[in-house]
């Protein structure tokens, strides 16, 4: 059965950092690129950050420099470590794969990420 669970959300102060986890299971993860979404209320879905199967990164301009992606191929997880928070980073974060591990993730299109977490939820508020 294939799962991807997020966990490390919550509430955070402006300024602030988190860590978000991306566990996989069921599938051959480290073949996968990964991919982290976020939907905030009242806007469209839009990627934030993915890698590649051979940790080639991309951060879209709303948090580069701040948020950084990561994984660990040996735990079947990625990471998603989230500073200098913004009130605007307010959202239900998912992580997702694709089999397209080896492509320039940032040319990967969201239908083609097959599986999908259930979400977690950031709130960066004072």
């Known amino acids: 059965q294939v799962q991807l669970v997020e966990s490390g959300g919550g509430l955070a102060q402006p300024g602030g950092s988190l860590r978000l986890s991306c566990t996989a299971s069921?599938?051959?993860?480290?073949?996968?690129?990964i991919g982290w979404f976020r939907r905030a209320p009242g806007k469209e879905r839009e990627r934030v950050s993915c890698?590649?199967?051979?940790?080639?990164?991309i951060h879209e301009d709303s948090v580069k420099g701040r948020f950084t992606i990561s994984r660990d191929d040996s735990k079947n997880t990625a990471y998603l470590q989230m500073n200098s928070l913004k009130p605007e980073d307010t959202a239900v974060y998912y992580c997702?794969?694709?089999?397209?591990?080896?492509?320039?993730?940032?040319?990967?299109?969201?239908?083609?990420?097959?599986?999908w977490g259930q979400g977690t939820q950031v709130t960066v508020s004072s």
């Open positions: 997702a794969a694709s089999r397209h591990g080896g492509a320039v993730c940032g040319a990967i299109a969201d239908y083609e990420y097959e599986y």
């Open positions: 069921g599938f051959d993860f480290d073949y996968y690129a």
């Open positions: 890698i590649n199967n051979v940790a080639s990164a």
